[in-house]
Each structure stands twice: as structure tokens, then as C-alpha cells.
């Protein structure tokens, strides 16, 4: 079993920024990719961004490129999502997820585990 808890979260203002991270426990974790989505009042689920946790490769929704980046850190088990230039669409609960087998990384049902989610407000 994996366990993942997200931080970093909280209210901000349009234009400022946030990091927030995702720590895996549990096991070690040495699977294909971890991601992250995130999910506004009334939305769907939809991905943000994912990294692989072998060679690093980078995927970032249309939406967030530019503005965020997401990295790794696998001796500490910890993926990070910096977040720039925020705007009031950028307002959602942000979920870390992880996925063992190789997939479509923008997809939700390639991620084996899901965080709690943590949320994330830009106010105008």
C-alpha cells in the first residue's frame, strides 16, 4: 500500500504563487509516474500535471504550462507542484496521485493512489 499526503495549500491572491507537495509512505514507492489533478466545485477531475519517476519526462495540462512546474525528489518519496501566476480558474482541490504500471499519464484511471486532496483559493 502507498499513502499519499498533499501540503501547501491555501488562499492566495491572483498573481502569487504556491508550492505544494506530495509525500508517498507506506512503501517504497518505485512505480511508473506520480501526478496531479485537481478538481473545482461543480467540475470534473481533470489533470494538471505528471512527471515520470524514472528519467523525469514532464506533461502539463494546456492550461497550467508556463505557469507550473512539477518535479521529483525519489529519495524522499516527495513530488512538488510550484504554482505561478495564479489565476481565480486555478481555484480547485488539488490531488497527488500515483501510478504503478505505465499509461496515459493525463488520464485518472492509470493512478493506483490518491491523496486526500488539498485546496487550493486565488482570490481577484
Known amino acids: 500500500q502507498v499513502q499519499l499526503v498533499e501540503s501547501g495549500g491555501g488562499l492566495v491572491q491572483a498573481g502569487g504563487s504556491l508550492r505544494l507537495s506530495c509525500g508517498a509512505s507506506g512503501r517504497t514507492f518505485s512505480g511508473y509516474a506520480m501526478g496531479w489533478f485537481r478538481q473545482a466545485p461543480g467540475k470534473e477531475r481533470e489533470f494538471v500535471a505528471a512527471?515520470?519517476?524514472?528519467?523525469?519526462?514532464?506533461d502539463y495540462a494546456e492550461s497550467v504550462k508556463g505557469r507550473f512546474t512539477i518535479s521529483s525528489d525519489n529519495a524522499k518519496n516527495t513530488v512538488y507542484l510550484q504554482m505561478n501566476s495564479l489565476k481565480r480558474e486555478d481555484t480547485a482541490v488539488y490531488y497527488c496521485?500515483?501510478?504503478?504500471?505505465?499509461?496515459?499519464?493525463?488520464?485518472?484511471?492509470?493512478?493506483?493512489?490518491w491523496g486526500q486532496g488539498t485546496q487550493v483559493t486565488v482570490s481577484s
Open positions: 496521485a500515483a501510478a504503478l504500471k505505465p499509461g496515459r499519464k493525463t488520464r485518472t484511471d492509470v493512478y493506483d493512489y
Open positions: 512527471i515520470s519517476w524514472v528519467g523525469g519526462r514532464t
